[in-house]
């Protein structure tokens, strides 16, 4: 019956992770007199039956003494009888079964302490086909209406071979309480491990959620599914015919807990991020939405806000399309948000200057069999007007000043390919040619923002660098700090521009929010940096739609050392 121990830790739990009727207290108490030499009656307080003489009772002793001998060697004979059998094919043996101690899954939280997940407990129903097949049909029809299915659903179970098979996970209370009271035989309510989200949907994607077996199924719930789930200890044990528990043949072992998590997650930047996206969507009606925010400084992220969205406590019931991820999953043509890269490699390798003029040609560019277009006639703008005005034709000229090899150079320079290593669950690496597959157009096409496709989060990332001089990676969970996923960079690389020309870029995107295409971004007091974008979707047959697009926004404040990033993407 294993050892003290397991009859300690009986006592210590009272039976908590074990289903009616037993007592764990009561149990470790027959367990311990058992094993320091008493029977299970003096265990049990019963009294010794008296009234025989002292000789007699030495007689009954020795019978009773010896046929207990000569049960155990009958039973020692089958045993190894047993025993060669049982390395060839596992037990089958119906009085044989086995309990699960459960690590209880860690707590999430936001970066403010405040709880995003948590586990704790449901009601779920569970049958034993052994048991059911001689059920009542009459009752075996009472909890199937109960529980809101077909007879049949439920009298299926009957004729399979097992434990036990779950009926209906997570029950509503009420429903839990009324199946109780009906006490079919065969069928009972017992505790189930659940996972809570307080928060619903804030930050789902985020997040993520778990199944009904308790194991991350997205977001950071499956990224860091072992840290947090610990490891379950399960242990063999004897049951009687109604499958009850009545001894074991091992000592139990603990389960090992895992480890919880504090996010970088700001739960007042979040709110902040939803109700902006959400105001956003109703008024343009539209198809999907993004906004995410950063600190530029670490990678830390503060918070992403997706639409549609989904409740993490009822992930059964979410839509397909509201699972996906787009903060890692949602590639795209970054357009013209795609300028200031070319137009900063561009300064770094002396091909162009701030003040050297490109004829924009009024609007409209014939270039081989292709003409391109401005969203408004310009004629003649210095190369820093260019990204402050967002001219397509502009670009494209310093693009061709800039030759191949230095855009695939900017390209490479703020990692807008290949994943970032957040590590949620479905992050994608971009879509770039490799430069064989590269034409005489792509000098053109690439700095428009076309041949090329990045996440919301590269792209994120990649403006970050340009502010603060240097890549870093994104990350979002601040402890265990030693096991931050993936590990801080060092506060310098190869990436830095030449302080010269990080100034002069960045006092251009100041002045599109100033005076160019970001106008609508001006916040009084607040200086602030700034690009905005629009691509045209594809459509079916591979050419570009004029009636879908995609617009962006990214900026970062305060101009001169920003502290935040955001990127805004709204879909039709």
Sequence with gaps: AGDFGMAEWLRRTGGARFAPPYDGAALANVLETVLSGGGPDAAAGAPVVGGAEPSARRRTDLRARLLLLALFAGFAAAAARAASFAAARPSTDPSRSHWVLHAPRRTILFAGGEPAA?????RSAACDPSLLRSAPPGAV???????GVAPEAVLRHAGTEGEGRWLARWLDPAVAARLERLAVPGIRVRDDPRRFYPRRGTACHLLGGCGHDAEGRYGIERAWDRRLAGRDEAFPVRVDARRRARWSDAAAEAPVPGEPLR????LEVQGILEEGLDAAMARWGAKR???AAMDPRTGAILGAACRPAYDPNGLSAAAPDALFNPLVGWVFEPGSTMKPFVYAEALAAGAVAAETPFDCENGAWRIGRRTLHDHKP??????????IRSSNIGIAKIGQALGADGIERALRRWRLHGATGLGLPGEEPGILRPRSAWTRDSVIS??????IAVTPLQLLCAYNALATGTWRPPYLVESPAADRWPAPPPAAGPDALPEEVRAELLATLEAVVERGTGRGARV???RVLGKTGTAQKLGPDGTYRRDAHLCLFVALAPADAPRISLLVAIDE
């Design 141 to 147: 029809g009472e909890a199937a209406r109960i529980l």
């Design 524 to 526: 009084a007091g607040v």
């Design 263 to 266: 996010l970088t997650v700001s």
């Design 378 to 387: 310009f004629g003649t703008l210095a190369a820093r007007d260019v990204v």
């Design 446 to 451: 690439l700095p428009l923002g076309h041949e």
């Design 118 to 122: 948590w586990e704790g407990t449901a």
């Design 289 to 291: 939405g993004l906004l």
